[in-house]
């Protein structure tokens, strides 16, 4: 996991250097070839099939445009470039969704009376065979924020993608010449103890006001900010809301017997992974 995640990062800031060294970046590679060959073989059967008029999907839409800017000299449509953006959404879009629904449900094991408040609220707000939409969060302000509170606490992006200055700027007072490469420090901006009130415990009071009302934070910079702010920020949200508040609707999630608690070390990559642990979902 780490080397599919943090190495690619690694390998296109520093390719010169990485090529050179041994390493975990050679499994990445090897990972790598597979996935830019499961990929060819799609493009391929789309090609095959031709665009339809009403494009169904990434590759469809990619086509399309390439075809239309074939005469355009300056288009940089095409298909090394389509070959990038589905690696990059592959990459961007698996493991993180995951890790965080991974580091999720560790948590709300290990806080049994915040799972039984979103069961409750879940069950008062919603009818029993309705099925649960990103809509919903706004009559659901518990289990919005304990989702929010959820992603803050386990951080599992703590570095942003390395960006390069295109230009001599300045930032809140520093200089920062042109070719400078510039990494997001996510981690600082969720634990700073001037925006948290308890930064490094678990606390649903940062999302919540007295009267149990969700609020929105400007500090929750989960996905950065900017132009090249996530890109799935959108789908990532409406996916973390939808798989854990379904989840919690239909089991409760309890430790093994004989299990007192789960390691909560952090295995340090591109992404913060729990260790592999196991529980059990009980159906309600
Ligand atoms: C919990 C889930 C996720 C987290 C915490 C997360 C976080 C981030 C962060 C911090 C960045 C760097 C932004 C920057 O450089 O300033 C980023 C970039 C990106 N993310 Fe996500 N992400 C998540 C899910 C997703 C999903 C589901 C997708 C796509 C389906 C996705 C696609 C991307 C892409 C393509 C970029 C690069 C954007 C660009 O370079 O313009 N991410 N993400």
């Given at each position: 996991?780490?080397?599919f995640v943090f190495f690619p990062q690694l390998y296109h800031t520093f390719s010169w250097l990485t090529e050179h060294l041994p390493g975990p970046h050679k499994k990445f590679l090897t990972s790598y070839t597979f996935l830019c060959s499961f990929i060819k073989k799609e493009i391929k059967n789309h090609e095959e099939r031709g665009t339809p008029e009403e494009p169904q999907d990434f590759i469809d839409y990619y086509l399309a445009q390439i075809d239309k800017s074939k005469d355009d000299p300056n288009s940089t449509?095409?298909?090394?470039?389509?070959?990038?953006?589905?690696v990059d959404l592959f990459i961007g879009g698996?493991?993180?969704?995951?890790?965080?629904?991974?580091?999720s449900l560790m948590t709300v094991v290990m806080h049994p009376g915040i799972q039984e408040k979103v069961q409750k609220e879940l069950d008062d707000v919603l009818g029993p065979n309705e099925s649960i939409g990103y809509e919903d969060r706004k009559k659901l302000p518990y289990t919005n924020a304990v989702v929010h509170e959820l992603q803050r606490y386990s951080?599992?992006?703590?570095?942003?993608?390395?960006?390069?200055?295109?230009?001599?700027?300045?930032?809140?007072?520093?200089?920062?010449?042109?070719g400078t490469i510039v990494l997001p420090n996510i981690f600082s901006v969720?634990?700073?103890?001037?925006?948290?009130?308890?930064?490094?415990?678990?606390?649903l009071n940062h999302f919540l006001d007295k009267d149990g009302n969700f609020v929105k934070r400007e500090a929750f910079?989960?996905?950065?900010?900017?132009?090249?702010?996530?890109?799935?920020?959108?789908?990532?949200?409406?996916e973390l809301f939808i798989f854990l508040a379904s989840l919690l609707r239909s089991f409760t999630f309890k430790l093994p017997e004989g299990v007192k608690e789960i390691n909560r070390e952090l295995i340090l990559g591109?992404?913060?992974?729990?260790?592999?642990?196991k529980i059990c979902a009980v159906p309600r």
């Open positions: 996991i780490i080397s449509f095409d298909e090394k470039n389509m070959m990038s953006s589905i698996t493991e993180s969704t995951a890790t965080g629904l991974r580091w951080c599992i992006v703590p570095v942003g993608v390395p960006r390069q200055c295109v230009k001599d700027t300045n930032l809140v007072g520093f200089p920062v010449p042109k969720l634990s700073d103890p001037d925006q948290w009130e308890t930064p490094r415990r678990f606390n910079l989960l996905f950065s900010a900017g132009h090249r702010v996530c890109l799935g920020e959108r789908l990532a949200r409406t591109g992404l913060l992974q729990p260790h592999p642990y």
